[in-house]
């Protein structure tokens, strides 16, 4: 039977020139003894960590996912991970039932991809009068097309301010020959992301119009003028450069160009300013919504790849695509899973149906 390791730690204390040892012994639960109580304290021990409740349900949705598989092996009897005393401290989800959040549609991605298509398509016949146009253009494509095909997430492919580690996907990750990108997962490490075929042909472009000097050089940049600025000034002054020669580079290119031509590497977009590219671009596109957001969220770019990913592959497909246990993917996309059951319940009813009518005919006759 297996069971769950016992760690030995061993202190040295030193004391007028002496030290002495003691061993601090932690057995933790085996297969045989494990129980709700255990998972219970677990449960307390995520919901004090001043995560998110998402967060929270998912690293429980883990162990949980564990226990099932325990189950499938005959370790254990049932999942006491799921038992209600063993979930009570974990918090609620807000009242979000499975299908209820955001998840891009077809006609939702058709509708993005095809306004950012003409978006970058004018923008590069103009790019030699206007190259920071046509840059920013085909990076709008490009995050376009990779949120709503890789099912990534946005914190892992933008700068996240609130995590150092996190600052965006640069070129050197973005690996288009053979269709995959290195990010900075959810479960803090460096994960491999496919890049779906629809995805790749925008970013060929953009980085063929980006032309950018560096493979460190952010995927995403941010063209917020002030940070743009300031980094070029920054970055040249440190080279020797005056504040008047910095101005007269200002005089017929842009920052952005500048940035590539010295290359300055900016910051990557931020989560929060890659949301309002979204929303930019859905209110540029004439795209309505009618949830509480009025726009296309990223996390519905990734619930929606999802449920293309649920319904055409099944579950641990979907799980191995989205970076998330099959658990988990099973309990956010219940409502496909619900309906399919339904459907085969309808089935099931109309063969009865049929063959009660045909035993029913043959007694009359």
Sequence with gaps: MARAGTIVATRVESSAGSS???????????????????LREYARHLARQGWTAGTVRTYYAYVSAFCGWAVREGHLPENVAQRRNATEPIPDDGGHKSGDQQAWSAENRQQLTNFVDEQASDAID?????????????????????LSYSGVRGAEILRDRSDERRQGLRWEEVHLGDRYATVFAKKQRLDDRGLPQPAIHPLQMYQKVLDAPSENWPVFPSFHRPTLSERLTDGLIARGYTETEIEELHADRSLIEICTEFDVAPPSMTTGAGRHVLKRLCNQAGIELDDEHDYLM????????????????????????????????????????????ADQMTDAFEKADQQDGQGANRADN
């Design 20 to 38: 002495t040892s003691s061993r601090i012994t932690t057995t933790y639960p085996t297969f045989e003894n494990l129980d709700s109580g255990h």
């Design 126 to 146: 103009d790019v030699g009068e206007n190259r920071e146009t046509a840059i920013k253009a085909c990076r709008d494509r490009a995050l376009a097309y990779l």
């Design 298 to 341: 990223p996390h519905g770019a990734r619930r929606g790849a999802g449920e293309v990913l649920v319904r055409t592959s099944g579950h641990a497909a979907a799980a191995r695509a989205l970076d998330n246990s099959e658990e988990v993917v099973r309990e956010h996309y219940s409502h496909i899973e619900a309906g399919e059951l």
